[in-house]
């Protein structure tokens, strides 16, 4: 037999067994630490975690009669038998891969020793995976990071919309069970959920438009009109009208919406200056929407000013020289050289700003917080995005299951639009140009 | 004759605009910092600039409120989470623009998709997570979760800028027997300060800024960050301690938009290598 089949199928057998026939006794003695304690594991654990999974509990807790007493027995709780559950599905995933890397280099090494090359020693083993896999030596960390913290949560939160999660039914009062496609179903057909779905869907996508074309055609013609040859201290006003976009914006937000109240901030105050009636800004459900357009475009215009920016530079100055030569206009040089140079650079831009819009959590919720309530909606209000009212649902009524419902919703939605504007951008294109 | 006359007054018009836009952008700072410096408590006032200025809330919010506590706590929370999360942005924005390995598309496609999930939907998880984990009210939970989440925002900027590096540059290091290490501290990281910059503002202003997470994770008023102290200030007592408030944010803001306005150079460069990735 060959020494590359007798090391991988040992090691199949137990991790480290090959690396031991392959006379690598260091190697070997971490191979088999790190896959008995994943054996020990998948024998002693993993069976009743992945159990708890599929049923999510048993038992709730329950009044249960010892002798004279009623005691409180205590149940299952459903959410952390989840977690737990996708927790050792992960680890398992993990050992997998273990084991068959371990596989690999018995194979491997097994390999070389029918050539009869020298073997590796323990450190030589070391250098040469610095050298050759160097990129996933500095990927580990931040995988880690990235597994635990943001996809295992996420799964977490998926797996959510299809149980009945939601209040009154709370662990550990009670048990949680799989509903499958019951809450879609819901949302789309009973008429308080389809109702408010339909209507804060409408209303997202309309914000989600006006918000990224103001701030888009506001910053564009800003940063023109800086540009021009005639304007002078071109530096100040640059950096005057950045200055929204330096304010932490949850500051700013809080303070426009003291700004825009009916009664005692300034603006109305003008308002009536002028001997106008005051505009009912937070509190009228257009007027609202209104606002908190205009709020989004104070906070969003200097951002795509700062990209113009970027793009009017390189515009060679040839291009507006010719254009003159032809006896052109200011007008028509904007319109015929400016205009869709800046587009042409900032298009993909202007898609990731609509899929960022129908994400802007803190300007609904730090201005109006959804308001003005709207009686036919299951809870949500006139300016309520997606977002929001996926947040009201969750932390204020306890409704997990079609919070996530909505949070699956709002991937779909952005997920279409950002991947068609990705597949098409440099960075995620295979990159000839470093090649 | 003519033209020069229409070439004035478009001067001017133009200067006119900027000066009202300026106005416009430069009016809720001015107003908040006005504010801060009136006396009582209201919202309300007859004039922008106050009869008589006075310095009475800068004290009330040292004295009657936590607000240095909450400045070290999100100072803390800021700059640790800044320090980890540009180090993990780093490392993995290198590794994907500079190395071809097994499993980089699909890398990529996973932090795109990730990327689309509403940053918070995962928030009610990552709280009963922090929960069965017993790091509920602590600031290391937040800066785990805000320097993981920097990694999955500013990837493909950082990469973006990788990849315009020229590549015979470490080839030519590499050819003087350079190792990987070698080349990514000597000439990678100086080279990228630019970009470097532009994502540790960005982490820390997210730090200042986000309240929600914040709010869920700390429980008590010791540990609170300013960004849930203030909002917790103007939010709950239906802006009763307006002037307290206004107090609170021109100190918060003022040094983060100083420093953004000090840092615009890098800024700039930052969000138009971002852009002109199409």
């Known amino acids: ?435 | 004759m003519k033209p020069k006359l229409t070439e004035a007054f478009k001067t001017i018009g133009s200067h006119l605009l900027l000066i009202v836009l300026s106005f416009i952008s430069l009016f809720p700072a001015f107003w908040i910092i006005m504010s801060s410096f009136k006396t009582g408590n209201s919202l309300f006032s007859d004039s922008l600039i106050p009869k008589n200025f006075t310095f009475i809330h800068y004290k009330e919010l040292f004295e009657q409120t936590k607000y240095l506590i909450w400045f070290m706590n999100t100072l803390k929370v800021a700059a640790l989470s800044t320090l980890l999360g540009t180090f993990l942005l780093l490392l993995t924005s290198y590794a994907i623009s500079r190395y071809r390995f097994k499993g980089r598309k699909t890398t990529l496609t996973a932090l795109l998709v990730l990327q689309m999930f509403p940053g918070f939907m995962a928030m009610i998880a990552v709280y009963v997570l922090l929960n069965t984990l017993g790091l509920l009210n602590s600031h290391w939970a937040l800066v785990l979760v805000y320097s993981s989440g920097a990694i999955i925002t500013n990837v493909f900027v950082a990469k973006g800028f990788f990849d315009t590096i020229p590549k015979s540059l470490e080839d030519a290091a590499r050819m003087d027997g350079a190792s990987h290490m070698k080349v990514f501290l000597s000439i990678m990281i100086p080279l990228s300060k630019p970009m470097l910059t532009y994502a540790s503002l960005m982490i820390f202003n997210g730090c200042f800024v986000d309240f929600i997470f914040a709010d869920l994770v700390l429980r008590t008023e010791e540990t609170r960050t300013l960004a849930v102290g203030l909002f917790r200030m103007v939010n709950q007592s239906n802006s009763t301690e307006f002037t307290l408030f206004a107090a609170g944010a021109v100190l918060v803001a003022l040094p983060v938009t100083l420093l953004f306005i000090f840092l615009q150079r890098f800024l700039v460069d930052g969000l138009t290598a971002g852009a002109s990735k199409g």
Do not use: C
């Open chain 1, 1 to 435: 037999m060959h020494k590359k089949t007798g090391a991988a199928l040992l090691s199949a057998i137990i991790p480290g067994l090959g690396q031991f026939f392959n006379r690598q006794w260091l190697k070997g003695l971490v191979f088999l630490l790190v896959g008995s304690a994943g054996i020990y594991f998948i024998a002693h654990d993993l069976m009743g975690y992945l159990r708890g999974l599929i049923t999510l509990g048993e038992f709730p807790s329950r009044m249960v009669k010892v002798g004279k007493l009623t005691r409180m027995v205590e149940g299952d709780h459903s959410i952390f038998m989840m977690i737990n559950g996708l927790m050792s599905l992960l680890a398992l995933l993990f050992y997998t891969a273990f084991h068959l890397l371990n596989i690999r280099d018995a194979f491997l090494v097994g390999a070389a020793r029918d050539r009869n090359e020298p073997i590796h020693s323990f450190g030589e083993s070391l250098r040469h995976m610095g050298r050759r896999n160097f990129a996933y030596l500095v990927l580990a960390i931040p995988f880690v990071a990235v597994v635990f913290l943001t996809i295992l949560p996420l799964v977490f939160s998926v797996l959510l919309a299809f149980t009945n999660y939601a209040d009154p039914i709370l662990p550990p009062a009670h048990l949680v069970d799989w509903v499958g496609f019951g809450n879609f179903k819901k949302m789309l057909s009973l008429d308080v959920w389809s109702s408010t779905f339909g209507g804060v869907l409408t209303w997202t996508l309309i914000w989600a438009i006006i918000a990224t074309a103001t701030t888009y055609i506001g910053g564009v013609l800003i940063a023109v009109l800086i540009h021009q040859p005639r304007v002078r201290w071109k530096k100040l006003w640059r950096t005057l009208l950045i200055v929204p976009f330096a304010i932490p914006n949850m500051i700013s937000l809080l303070v426009m919406r003291n700004m825009f109240n009916n009664q005692f901030g300034p603006i109305n105050s003008y308002v009536r200056a002028l001997g106008l009636e005051g505009v009912a800004w937070l509190t009228n459900p257009f007027w609202a929407k209104v606002t908190v357009i205009l709020a989004n475009m104070w906070i969003g215009i200097p951002v795509t000013m700062i990209l113009a920016f970027g793009v009017l530079t390189t515009i060679p100055r040839d291009m507006y020289e010719a254009a003159e030569v032809d006896g052109a206009g200011a007008f028509y040089k904007f319109r015929m050289v400016t205009l869709p140079m800046v587009l042409f650079a900032t298009a993909p831009i202007l898609i990731m700003q609509f899929a960022g819009n129908i994400n802007s959590f803190n300007v609904i919720y730090l201005m109006t917080n959804g308001e003005p309530v709207n009686p036919n909606y299951q809870y949500a209000g006139h300016t309520d995005l997606l977002v929001t009212w996926l947040y009201k649902l969750a932390l204020n009524q306890s409704q997990y299951s079609f919070a996530s419902v909505i949070g699956i919703v709002i991937f779909l939605l952005v997920a279409t639009f950002s991947i068609w504007s990705y597949r098409r951008t440099r960075s995620y294109k295979e990159e000839d140009m470093i090649a």
